[in-house]
């Protein structure tokens, strides 16, 4: 558990949060076009998940 979470206390997931909740916030109180948040948020969320994706690929692929 301790270790899940300093994997989430790394500096690109603080950002990725933090960016996220900044536009949802904006978004809420209605300062912000949605095309725009949907174009931020689909480009900040492709970049997390592709880089996870690609650490656990490159996990395996030391394991063979």
Same mark, same amino acid.
């Given at each position: ?8 206390? $790394?500096?690109?997931?603080?950002? #990725?949060?933090? +960016?996220?909740?900044? @536009?949802?916030?904006s ?5 912000? !076009?949605?095309? $725009?948040?949907?174009?931020?948020? #689909?480009?900040? +969320?492709?970049?997390? @998940? ?8 490159? !996990? ?5």
């Amino acid at each position: 558990m301790k270790e899940r979470l300093a994997k989430l206390i $790394d500096v690109k997931s603080i950002v #990725t949060l933090m +960016i996220t909740l900044v @536009f949802c916030i904006s978004a809420v109180l209605g300062r912000t !076009d949605k095309d $725009d948040l949907m174009t931020v948020f #689909t480009v900040i +969320i492709s970049f997390y @998940f592709g880089t996870q994706t690609a650490k656990k690929k490159g !996990d395996n692929n030391t394991d063979e």
